[in-house]
């Protein structure tokens, strides 16, 4: 590897010898500071990304750098055959974040993974751990694309090359509370429910949604399982989306299961599933296992990254600088309508522009956008997003539209 390599050298050896299951790359990317990355060509662009939400303190932040460098100077890999401080450090302080609410962190465990699909999977079999196999997911949701997480995703594209899917699955409506309830009965084992759809364009449920599923999976005696895994740790300006009282009327409605990944740790693999009360001890010894999962050095830099947040007070900025962003693009003619919570935001795009044209107008404008939909963006950047890259994006931004619309009737 040399860094001299262009953009266009470096595309070329990537399609040669990874398998296309990604499409070709957009960029390759050499480095990154905060919230600006540099490609192999040598420009800066200001990501609005995040890795998809992951890169919750931007590039190269010193904290992580540093938890990250000392831990692996001092213990890396051991298996799960040991323990170490870092994980039980970070169980702790999860049960503590999850279980605050309900004043229940002593009954709240956690089983850590390698990711959100894998913290997804073991929830998934948490849930057989009830005796009960079927599942309530909603449409719209995105939930990994392993198989059993698979399974509770609803986009066609992701599921039909793969089916049969494992599981009893049943898809409602999202943010229908009638039609959760037609659909949960006492063979019901989990509903399983996203407190913010980012894949779908960041879609946000009435209210009472929430609530209302934590009553109705009661009633059945069903778990209730809140995918967090991109709406947690500070992305909606709490550290969980459920305990954000922008976005839900009843606080706590309280989880059995919360599953939770990218911005864990920054970059660094890991995710979680957390369980409370009688869920937490459904999974027995040899139920289920990871050889990765709860690394001292994951831990190590999740523990940096709720350190920093908590430190740098990044709560209050996702929440003042996602309103500085939000208010400027509605005030765009061209956006016919914007969903924010904090730093994750969707939008739409008015009639006859395409997404993938404004992202292709962006990337050469400087920024990073993301289109999940064919007139939706959404906005996932990292928490320590400044008002001047806020600001400097808002300025860009009708000459962006301006391109992607020049390019459609070209």
């Known amino acids: 590897m040399t860094q001299s390599s262009s953009n266009e050298q470096w595309t070329e050896r990537y399609t040669g010898s990874v398998m296309n299951t990604f499409g070709t790359p957009k960029l390759v990317l050499v480095k990154g500071e905060g919230a600006r990355v540099t490609d192999a060509d040598g420009k800066e662009y ?7 939400a992951v890169n919750a303190l931007g590039h190269a932040h010193p904290a992580l750098v540093a938890a990250v460098t000392e831990q692996l100077q001092t213990l890396g890999h051991i298996s799960n055959f040991f323990a170490s401080a870092p994980q039980v450090e970070l169980a702790e302080r999860l049960c503590r974040m999850v279980g605050h609410s309900v004043d229940a962190a002593e009954d709240t465990k956690v089983f850590f993974t390698n990711s959100g699909a ?11 751990r009830t005796g009960r196999t079927h599942l309530v997911a909603t449409e719209g949701a995105f939930h990994g694309r392993t198989m059993g997480a698979l399974a509770l995703t609803s986009k066609e594209a992701y599921r039909a090359p793969f089916e049969p899917l494992p599981g009893e699955v049943t898809f409602v409506p999202y943010g229908d509370a009638e039609a959760l309830a037609a659909a949960v009965t006492d063979r019901t084992a989990a509903v399983i429910i996203e407190p913010v759809q980012g894949e779908a364009g960041v879609v946000i449920p009435p209210r009472d949604y929430l609530a209302q599923a934590r009553r109705i999976t009661a009633a059945a005696g069903a778990l209730l399982w809140l995918d967090e895994i991109q709406t ?22 309280v989880p059995d299961i919360v599953t939770l990944a990218k911005g864990l740790a920054g970059g660094i693999p890991i995710g979680a599933c957390v369980a409370t009360g009688a869920a937490a001890t459904l999974l027995q010894p040899g139920n289920h296992g990871s050889t990765f ?8 830099a999740a523990l940096a990254v709720l350190d920093t947040i908590e430190k740098d007070g990044l709560l209050e900025h996702v929440a003042a600088v996602g309103e500085r962003l939000a208010a400027g693009l509605a005030a765009e003619p061209r956006i016919t309508e914007v969903r924010a919570a904090g730093l994750l935001i969707g939008v739409d795009l008015a009639d006859g522009i395409d997404s993938a044209a404004v992202v292709t107008a962006a990337l050469e404008a400087g920024f990073i956008l993301n289109n999940p939909t064919p007139n939706r963006l959404r906005f996932a950047p990292p928490l320590v997003l400044t008002d001047a890259d806020v600001d400097a994006f808002l300025a860009a931004l009708p000459g962006i539209l301006d391109a992607a619309q020049k390019g459609a009737q070209a």
């Open 232 to 253: 947690g740790i500070g992305r909606t300006g709490s550290w969980l989306a459920f305990q954000n009282d922008d976005l839900c009327d009843e606080l706590p409605a």
């Open 293 to 300: 999962a709860g690394n001292p050095i994951a831990a190590a």
């Open 118 to 128: 894998e913290a997804n999977e073991a929830a998934f079999k948490l849930t057989r």
């Open 46 to 52: 200001v990501d609005l990304l995040g890795g998809i």
